[in-house]
């Protein structure tokens, strides 16, 4: 396979888990589904923010002195700079009228990021080399989408959801409770991503299984919590200043 055929492969792998994550997502707000286009610059802003993350992991990287604060560092620049990418696109316009709204736009930007995270390990995995026990870079590509679908994908949403929560749930809150409702979701999504990433990095499949499984665990609990939220009304004080009564 040549390189353009396999970039072509590592994109299309790559943003195909999250685009079914992103649909299956998009289907729980069908009553109020939020305008496409927004959608859509919020998950290429989400993409983005990828060329922002590269270059801050990579002094991290060099500069952390220890493995921990090292992960602690790069879980907080993927969820400080999905935040900032939700926000930017949509967060701060009107598009942002329920509560509902930021978990939507959360995990939007969220799978944004993944679908290039995953472009770029699949492609750097299938030019480095391929798994042994796959002898294709085809088989090799499939394999690692997997790998990432039921990895990477789900942390991305799972960290990403809390921050979304936290911001729906002081929706109708004051100004002041808002922010510190978000800066209290984006610390626990630091929280749950280092750990993430400091079970992957032990290797045992045990620890690679217990954590698959909580954060498996943690995706049911928000799906309810999303049905929470969905149900969220604004206070009755609230509903007759905005029409005037």
Known sequence: MNIFETIVYAFFAGLLPALV????????????????????????????????AIPLEAFFYQNSPTPFWRFTAWAAVEEI??????YIAALHTKQFDEPLD???????????????????????????????????SIYSTIFLTNLRFIGANLLHVVASSTIGIAMAWSFYKSKAKKIFWAVGGIFVAIVLHTIFNLFIIDGSSGSIFLIFSIVWITMIGFALVFEEIKRMRAPVTQILLKNNL
């Open 102 to 136: 930021a978990v939507i736009y959360m995990m939007c930007a969220a799978l944004g990021f993944a679908a290039l995270e995953n472009t770029l390990f699949i492609l750097n995995s299938s030019v480095s080399g391929t798994p042994a026990i796959i002898n294709t």
């Open 81 to 86: 700079l999905k935040f900032s990418a939700a």
């Open 21 to 52: 994550w992103l649909w299956f997502w998009l289907h729980e707000d069908k009553e109020h589904p939020e305008p496409r286009s927004t959608l859509a610059f919020t998950f290429t802003t989400g993409m983005s923010m990828i060329f922002l």
